[in-house]
């Protein structure tokens, strides 16, 4: 059976991320230092997360799927537990939304 369009999957991709983030987070905790983390994390983690993100057209859920991501390691970095407060932190570090990245790319 074949499929009538080209689908794709992004799990790949979450599973780089965390697995990336996770490292550079426990190594960068004796700097004690938020910002620290979050340039670690968009130099290092985000260019997993975006990974031939410019050639494929992605659907508004793995778009979805992957905000997600990034809101889980702001909420781990910054120890927030409010969407509005993962979002503005977001807007004062300069993360922004994926599919903004994604077309700015």
């Known amino acids: ?3 009538r369009r080209f689908k794709t999957s992004v799990s790949h991709l979450k599973i ?3 697995r990336t983030f996770n490292c550079i987070y426990s ?3 004796a ?3 938020e910002m620290v983390a979050v340039e670690l994390l968009k130099v290092y983690c985000l260019p997993l997360l975006l990974y ?3 050639s494929l057209s992605l659907i508004p ?3 979805h799927k992957l905000n997600n ?3 889980k390691v702001v909420f781990k970095i910054f120890g927030v537990s409010n969407g509005h407060t993962v979002k503005d932190i977001r807007n ?3 993360l922004d939304n994926v599919a903004k990245i994604v077309e700015k790319r």
Do not use: D, H, P, W
């Open 69 to 71: 991501c990034i809101n």
């Open 92 to 94: 004062f570090v300069g």
């Open 1 to 3: 059976m074949t499929a």
């Open 61 to 63: 859920s793995q778009l």
């Open 27 to 29: 190594r960068s905790k």
């Open 52 to 54: 031939a993100s410019e």
């Open 16 to 18: 780089k991320f965390y």
């Open 31 to 33: 700097a004690n230092s």
